[in-house]
């Protein structure tokens, strides 16, 4: 595979692209001119000779495309344009509500998109691919959100088609923790590790998993969806899939915040009440500020819900045995507190043997995680065996490559 050889590698020699591939001289250098032609590599001289003729780099060129990518979370929207590398060459966010339904909010992302690529100079030659996360279950082979509960209007939404003729290039969809994870894991905190735990605590909570170097999505798209685990069986919890006693009706952004709000309307935490008078709501972000302020009952709640967690993942530590989890999302952005308790629980309730590797870490992509992870998500399906044999022969990947 020298294309993914001469991209992972940044630029390889022609000899260690033998080296690496198996190939011989001769078939590796057919392709490398076969992709001098398609204008996917270059190849330069660099450095002084040792003799003989001087060493050549075969280079990808990043520059020979460009992809457009939106994540769109339960209360905004990020866009960015980003080159073959996944760099992002330009970048837009904005507050935003899900609930509006798929025409509201698929037609502010294709207006975001146009002011990008206007504003962008020397966009770098055809769009080659669009990457939409969204915040809900997706199955990934149709590109279509399926049941999403915090996503009125969009079960059975065909997105992918809908960019794919608006664009004419393919599309790919999935969900905001699989994009997360494959973040992460390709530019992220997770470089290296194999096998990866990603759990994105916001609104929801969710996981993102990748084994033995691939994301794993299920057989319909639905691994990872540890949020609706049950973790308590009480009637009094109800989640809003429908079930009681889900963990992300414990533990969840949506859940802090409405057990925020009722310490700040009791009146037994200040901070909290202040929050509450001031925008007249508590956010989860409200308490994990108050905790860092080391207001007791703020604390314990970030304890509780991160021991919650802790507890879910330390089965999944048993059954997958991870050598890394990334804890991400807003909840997990904004405080020690709860990372402590998810740590302290996993290690606690863990099998030695799976944690004896085993790291828990905080996401390291920041507020870019969900552009960086749908151009990863782009690149990684442009640039797999199969559809890189069928585009070549077209010289550019076609809408109808996704679908
Ligand atoms: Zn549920």
Redesign the pocket.
């Known amino acids: 595979m020298i294309l993914n050889e001469v991209r992972s590698g940044g630029s390889r020699s022609r000899s260690e692209l033998v080296t690496r591939t198996g190939l011989t001289r001769g078939v590796v250098a057919q392709r490398v001119g076969e992709l001098i032609d398609l204008g996917l590599v270059v190849e330069n001289e660099v450095g002084p000779s040792t003799g003989g003729r001087p060493p050549r780099r075969v280079t990808f060129r990043a520059e020979a495309g460009h992809l457009l990518v939106a994540d769109l979370g339960a209360t905004s929207i990020d866009v960015a344009v980003t080159d073959l590398d996944g760099r992002i060459l330009g970048h837009r966010d904005e507050p935003a509500d899900v609930s509006a339904g798929p025409e509201r909010c698929l037609q502010r992302i294709e207006e975001l998109f146009e002011q990008l690529t206007d504003a962008t100079r020397d966009l770098p030659g055809h769009l080659w691919g669009v990457g939409i996360g969204v915040p809900g279950p997706v199955e990934f082979r149709s590109g279509r959100p399926v049941s999403p509960?915090i996503m009125p209007g969009w079960d059975g939404y065909p997105v992918r088609e809908r960019f794919a003729e608006g664009y004419g290039a393919p599309v790919w969809v999935d969900n905001d923790v699989n994009i997360l994870a494959l973040g992460e894991w390709r530019s992220g905190i997770a470089v290296g590790h194999d096998n990866v735990v990603v759990v994105k605590i916001g609104t929801g909570i969710g996981a993102g998993i990748i084994s033995n170097g691939r994301i794993h999505r299920g057989a319909q798209g639905a691994a990872g969806d540890v949020?609706?685990i049950?973790v308590v069986d009480a009637a009094s919890v109800l989640?809003?899939?429908?079930?009681v006693g889900?963990?992300?009706?414990l533990a969840g952004g949506a859940a802090l915040s409405r057990d925020g709000e009722a310490l700040a309307a009791s009146g037994r935490s200040e901070r909290l009440r202040i929050a509450l008078e001031q925008h007249g709501r508590v956010t989860a972000e409200d308490v994990a500020r108050a905790a860092s302020f080391g207001d007791p009952l703020a604390v314990s709640l970030l304890q509780v819900a991160g021991h919650r967690v802790g507890l879910m993942l330390a089965s999944v530590v048993n059954f997958f045995n991870p050598s890394l989890i990334v804890v991400g999302g807003g909840v997990a952005q904004s405080g020690d507190q709860l990372l402590a308790a998810i740590r302290e629980t996993v290690y606690r309730r863990s099998l030695p043997l799976a944690t004896r590797e085993l790291a828990v870490q905080r996401s390291s992509l920041g507020a870019l995680a969900g552009v960086i992870g749908a151009s990863t998500m782009v690149l990684e399906q442009l640039f797999s065996r199969d559809s890189l044999a069928q585009w070549l022969r077209e010289r550019r990947p076609a809408a109808d490559l996704s679908a």
Do not use: D, S, T
């Open positions: 509960p949020g609706h049950q989640c809003r899939c429908g079930n889900c963990l992300e009706a």
